[in-house]
């Protein structure tokens, strides 16, 4: 009985083993099964993080070349047109960078691709990275953008009464007090006819001097002689509008007879409440809208420090802004300037102390001035034709990125730079221009006058000065995205 017993034990025991053993097996199994599948997802993990950063330094090594190509070439160069050239020649390419330890076995590598965006000033690149290794890729991307800024002053001849990138054409009594000349090699692209005439020199690209000149057989003019030295024409880059508060609500008058004078950013002074009105400006402001009637005045005190106003519309219908105090105003308008008959701006102020931007707009296609219209101060128009006429006129430098300028019927522009290298200008009806003249194309007659003086490009507010120190802003950049 025993025995039987003991053998029955054993193979109880037995049994329990084997089911011990097969669920230590299955146990065993399932477990190497995640190690396993843990160390592929672990593995395939480490692959995809690890072409991600190859594919990062990829672009950290070509940003950091182009921005090297960019610190050298800038001091170098004279123009936006040659700085960009040779640089693109330098860092627009796909380069394969493979200078990464293995890892794991695997060689990593990078494909980085840079390519031109955008062809302004600013202009935008993209670069491209691909990271791989084993089987495993990543592609990255980032965008930067390169500025070039103008240095020494603008790029022309200081010497010149009118300028121009075409053709001059002067007719109908029309005459030149100063010097003239044009980067054109074509013939006959000075043109006199109908009593027209310089006194002063003629200057043409060299080798084009014996074919420059379209004139009547009878009419005398100077033999045009070769250039020393062309400029090629670049506006100033255009301002980026600072962002200043609204100005809050200003009440005039007394309890009995109030006028809002400032409601809501619009400072209206076309009320008699309003009348005189004297804007403190302890800093810089903004507004809707700076709305002038009645041929009431608005007398603007900056201190003695410069100050900015930045404006949606500046609307002097019917009124005058004179400026007080010593510093300079600064004023930025986002969309239109309305001048109404008869009305000032600084008027017989110094223009130095009064600069006014005008930025790209429906609104600000065309800048008129006429009828005693007058602003006393420069303007750097982004995109606006200009027009003067009657008595009208713009006492200071103008700057214009628009496609037309006119100067007609007795306006005048004194002291003056008209720097609008887009521009077909015409002088025509007995307007005048003492100063110079900058533009595409050229037109004078019915007695038309421009007169040579002077200027102090230094003294320009828009021109950018003398240095070529690399600037601060040289190239910026976006975040690197997974694409």
């Given at each position: ?25 299955v146990?065993?199994?399932?477990v ?105 890729s ?36 029309a ?9 054109s ?70 309890e ?28 810089n ?47 930025y ?16 102020g ?6 006014i ?57 004194y ?40 200027i ?9 000065g ?18």
């Open positions: 009985m025993f025995k039987k017993h003991l053998t029955n034990e054993r193979g109880m025991s037995l049994l329990m083993v084997l089911l011990l053993m097969t669920v230590l097996t146990l065993g199994m399932g190497m099964s995640i190690v396993i599948n843990n160390t592929k997802t672990t593995s395939s993990e480490r692959d995809n993080q690890s072409a991600y950063y190859i594919a990062e330094a990829g672009i950290t090594k070509q940003m950091k070349a182009a921005e090297d190509a960019a610190r050298k070439l800038y001091p170098l160069q004279t123009t936006a047109a040659g700085f960009y050239t040779n640089l693109e020649s330098q860092i627009v390419k796909t380069s394969t960078l493979t200078d990464f330890a293995s890892s794991f076995g695997e060689k990593p590598s990078a494909k980085v691709t840079i390519a031109k965006v955008s062809g302004e000033n600013p202009r935008q690149y993209k670069i491209t990275s691909v990271g791989t290794i084993g089987k495993r990543k592609q990255l991307e980032k965008t930067f953008t390169i500025s070039w800024e103008m240095k020494g002053g603008l790029p022309l001849n200081k010497d010149l009464a009118v300028y121009t990138d075409t053709t001059i054409s002067l007719s109908g009594g005459h030149i007090k100063g010097n003239m000349g044009t980067n090699k074509a013939a006959s692209t000075i043109r006199f006819e109908g009593g027209a005439g310089i006194d002063g020199n003629i200057y043409v690209p060299k080798g084009s001097e014996n074919i420059a000149i379209y004139k009547p057989d009878y009419m005398k003019v100077p033999q045009p002689q070769p250039f020393k030295e062309q400029a090629q024409f670049q506006l100033p880059p255009f301002p980026s509008y600072p962002s200043y508060p609204l100005h809050p609500n200003v009440t005039v008058g007394n009995y007879n109030k006028y809002n004078v400032i409601n809501n950013g619009v400072l209206q002074v076309d009320n008699y409440l309003a009348a005189d009105y004297e804007l403190k400006l302890n800093s402001i903004a507004f809707k809208e700076i709305k002038m009637g009645s041929n009431y005045t608005l007398y603007i005190n900056v201190g003695s420090t410069d100050k900015a106003i930045v404006v949606d519309h500046l609307n002097v219908q019917n009124g005058h802004i004179i400026l007080k105090g010593t510093g300079k105003l600064t004023i308008v986002k969309n239109e300037i309305s001048m109404g008959s008869g009305s000032t701006v600084n008027n017989d110094d223009i130095k102390r009064l600069n931007y005008l930025a790209k707009s429906t609104a600000s296609s065309n800048v008129k001035l006429g009828g005693n219209q007058k602003i006393f101060g420069s303007l750097y128009a982004e995109n606006a034709d200009i027009e003067m006429n009657g008595s009208g006129g713009f006492q200071g430098h103008i700057f214009t990125g628009g496609k037309n300028v006119t100067i007609t019927g007795g306006a005048r522009a002291s003056t730079l008209i720097y609008a290298p887009n521009s077909t200008f015409q002088v025509l009806g007995g307007g005048t221009v003492k100063g110079m003249i900058v533009s595409r194309s050229f037109e004078g007659a019915g007695g038309a006058d421009v007169i040579y003086e002077s102090n490009l230094n003294e320009v507010p828009f021109a950018p003398g240095s070529t120190e690399i600037p601060v802003g040289l190239i910026t950049s976006d975040p690197v995205r997974e694409k």
